[in-house]
């Protein structure tokens, strides 16, 4: 028997419960790996799985935790034998199918990469999918040309947007971190920021289609409003990265700044990402990631905090990156 959080939807109300219970590794789904986990994370999908479902969840009773890092225990998969380490992020998991918010969990071996070399299972699990996907909204805009002004991150305080943040600083640009939570500026300092940005600031429309050229760059977290501002302010030939939706799925813009600017607008998806480029930007995250910067972003948490943390990072109250010691 192992611990999970099983989410149960009450048919009749709709609503939905979390808690942790025990389970035998006959309940698991069918896979060609079982892995032992050590430790998950709380990403933004995560918060709408543990709570209403948000459309993500197929079937109750359900496991979530959409990404995961542990140990094979068995596997039916000739790239995979017990005691192999490996880390999950994407393909559904979590959401279609049963995650990491589990001791235990059965997946495809399609579904894992290997650990990389220079990261343990925690630290994998403190990078999660929001830093994957940060790694890969970074990736995304050097292969397009990173232009002089600073790069501009939104939702910085946030995990992508604080992983995003160590990143470029480290890579030695200047960075730019947008953020509506004011107290959170130090924190960002110390990840690498040059510039805050106050939330208010660039939140708001304007009926200007163009502004002063001022990003070189841009990861954004946060979508709507926020990105339809910023695509005026970019620089001559710049890109911006769209990763998120934390501030809505709209996009109340013009044409105008990719006509007159060049500016790129790039799509990143983390979930069907392909294995080279997974194994890509997994080997980018060990190197141009400083671990005392990942460090500064844990907040430790367990299976029984879930209910309160999903919560919470639905509401833009999680602060860097959480990491699930499911055990
Ligand atoms: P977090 O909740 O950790 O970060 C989001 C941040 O956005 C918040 O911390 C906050 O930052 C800011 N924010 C929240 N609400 C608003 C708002 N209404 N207006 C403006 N800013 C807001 O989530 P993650 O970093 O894990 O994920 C960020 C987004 O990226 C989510 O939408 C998520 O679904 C998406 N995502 C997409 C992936 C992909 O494959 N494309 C993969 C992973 C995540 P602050 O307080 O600093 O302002």
Same mark, same amino acid.
């Given at each position: 028997?192992f611990d999970a959080?099983v989410?149960n939807k009450?048919?009749?109300?709709?609503?939905?419960?979390?808690?942790?219970t025990?389970l035998?590794?006959?309940?698991?789904?069918a896979?060609?790996?079982?892995?032992?986990?050590?430790?998950?994370?709380v990403?933004y999908?995560? =918060?709408?799985?543990i709570?209403?479902?948000?459309?993500?969840?197929?079937?109750?009773? &359900?496991?979530?935790?959409?990404?995961?890092?542990?140990?094979?225990?068995a596997?039916?998969?000739?790239?995979?034998?017990? =005691?192999d380490?490996?880390v999950l992020?994407?393909? %559904?998991?979590g959401?279609? &199918?049963?995650?990491?918010?589990?001791?235990?969990?059965r997946?495809?071996?399609d579904?894992?990469?290997?650990? *990389?070399?220079? /990261?343990?299972t925690?630290?994998?699990?403190?990078?999660?999918t929001?830093?994957?996907?940060?790694?890969?909204?970074?990736?995304a805009?050097?292969? &397009?040309?990173?232009?002089?002004?600073?790069? /501009?991150?939104?939702?910085?305080?946030?995990?992508?947007?604080?992983v995003?943040?160590?990143?470029?600083?480290n890579?030695?640009?200047?960075?730019?971190?947008?953020?509506g939570?004011p107290?959170?500026?130090?924190?960002?300092?110390?990840?690498?920021?040059?510039?805050?940005?106050?939330?208010?600031?660039?939140n708001?429309?304007t009926?200007?289609?163009?502004?002063?050229?001022?990003?070189?760059g841009?990861?954004?977290?946060?979508?709507?409003?926020?990105?339809? %501002?910023v695509?005026?302010?970019?620089?001559?030939?710049?890109?911006?990265?769209?990763?998120g939706?934390?501030?809505g799925?709209g996009?109340?813009?013009?044409?105008?700044?990719f006509?007159?600017?060049?500016?790129?607008?790039?799509?990143i998806d983390?979930?069907?990402?392909?294995?080279?480029? %997974?194994?890509?930007?997994?080997?980018r995250i060990?190197?141009?990631?400083?671990m005392?910067?990942?460090e500064?972003?844990?907040? *430790?948490?367990?299976?029984s905090? /879930?209910?309160? /943390?999903?919560a919470?990072?639905?509401k833009?109250?999680?602060?860097? %990156?959480?990491?699930?010691?499911?055990?």
């Open positions: 028997m959080l989410v009450d048919e009749e109300s709709g609503k939905t419960s979390a808690a942790v025990q035998g590794l006959d309940d698991l789904p896979g060609e790996v079982t892995v032992a986990v050590e430790y998950s994370t990403n999908k995560d =918060g709408l799985c709570g209403p479902g948000g459309g993500l969840v197929r079937k109750y009773p &359900h496991v979530p935790g959409i990404d995961f890092a542990g140990t094979v225990e596997s039916d998969d000739d790239r995979y034998k017990a =005691g380490k490996v992020t994407g393909w %559904r998991v959401e279609a &199918h049963w995650g990491g918010y589990a001791q235990k969990a997946v495809k071996a579904w894992l990469v290997p650990l *990389p070399s220079g /990261l343990d925690r630290q994998a699990m403190a990078v999660g929001a830093g994957f996907t940060a790694m890969l909204a970074v990736m805009l050097e292969d &397009h040309g990173i232009k002089a002004g600073p790069v /501009l991150v939104t939702g910085a305080a946030g995990g992508v947007g604080s995003a943040t160590a990143i470029l600083a890579l030695g640009y200047k960075v730019a971190g947008v953020t939570r107290e959170t500026a130090d924190y960002l300092t110390s990840l690498g920021a040059t510039q805050i940005v106050a939330r208010e600031e660039i708001e429309t009926k200007r289609p163009l502004e002063g050229e001022t990003w070189g841009c990861v954004d977290a946060v979508g709507g409003a926020m990105l339809a %501002r695509l005026g302010q970019m620089e001559y030939g710049a890109s911006v990265a769209a990763v939706l934390a501030g799925a996009l109340p813009a013009t044409v105008i700044p006509l007159l600017r060049g500016v790129n607008l790039l799509g983390s979930v069907m990402q392909p294995y080279d480029n %997974r194994v890509r930007a997994w080997e060990s190197k141009d990631l400083p005392d910067k990942l500064a972003m844990i907040q *430790p948490a367990t299976l905090d /879930l209910p309160k /943390l999903g919470d990072i639905l833009g109250q999680v602060k860097g %990156r959480v990491v699930v010691d499911v055990n």
